[in-house]
């Protein structure tokens, strides 16, 4: 079965510095997202894209962070100068064009991102 | 905004036992979606099952199956015949139109579900 691929699995960084979390989606879908989990709290939405742009992201999603599809195959989220309260799990997710409406999300295994 | 609560942190269950976790959420819309992912040690998180909020069938997928009441905004998830690969972290989480067609998820907290052998 297909599934979102993100690498790395864990990433440590200097407080400051700039950190890319790369994802894989599935191949055939069209709606990408990143979500973040901080250590023993709920999951959070940060961003949606779709059609080589943002959908809509929430208010975690400040002018630190940036998303991207270089190419047609990797969704990427930067965050361009790490603080500690960056350190959590990121998760990306992508699902099918809403041909269908409320297609499910399907999640990649999450980057942990520890910043120092 | 939209919430959502999962009021039991931590269940446990004897293994091929029935055990039903909680969730209530609070919104303002009336279309939207209903699913349970389950999150493993290994951390993935994995679709268990959807449910559309205008279909009054509850959903049902093998051994999990859902009870929805919409006026109640519950949205409860039954496991049967428990088994050992079942141990994982269950989520909770509406969705809703984001824009552009794209959908955003609200989890609550989660529950802690150990299977007991």
């Known amino acids: 079965e297909p599934e979102v691929t993100q690498t790395p699995s864990h990433q440590v960084t200097q407080m400051g510095q700039e950190v890319i979390l790369r994802c894989v989606p599935i191949s055939n879908h069209l709606y990408f997202y990143w979500y973040r989990q901080i250590l023993g709290q709920k999951v959070e939405f940060l961003v949606s894209?779709?059609?080589?742009?943002?959908?809509?992201k929430s208010e975690i999603f400040d002018d630190q962070f940036s998303v991207e599809r270089p190419d047609g195959s990797n969704f990427t989220l930067k965050i361009r100068s790490t603080k500690l309260e960056d350190s959590a799990m990121y998760f990306c997710?992508?699902?099918?064009?809403?041909?269908?409406?409320?297609?499910?999300?399907?999640f990649g295994d999450g980057t942990r991102l520890s910043i120092l | 905004a939209q919430t959502v609560t999962q009021s039991q942190p931590e269940m446990s269950v004897q293994e091929a036992e029935t055990v039903t976790l909680s969730c209530t959420y609070d919104?303002?819309?009336?279309?939207?979606?209903l699913f349970w992912y389950k999150q493993p040690p290994s951390r993935q998180m994995i679709l268990v099952i959807r449910?559309?909020?205008?279909?009054?069938q509850n959903a049902t997928e093998n051994r999990f199956s859902v009870n929805f009441q919409k006026a109640a905004k519950s949205f409860s998830l039954k496991i049967s015949d428990s088994q050992l690969g079942d141990t994982a972290m269950y989520f909770c989480?509406?969705?809703?139109?984001?824009?552009?067609?794209?959908?955003?998820?609200?989890f609550g907290k989660g529950t802690k579900l150990s299977v007991i052998p």
């Open positions: 449910q559309e909020a205008y279909k009054q």
């Open positions: 989480a509406f969705m809703k139109p984001a824009g552009a067609g794209s959908y955003q998820l609200t």
């Open positions: 919104t303002s819309e009336n279309n939207y979606y």
């Open positions: 997710a992508s699902s099918e064009h809403q041909s269908q409406i409320g297609q499910p999300q399907h």
């Open positions: 894209f779709y059609n080589n742009e943002i959908s809509e």
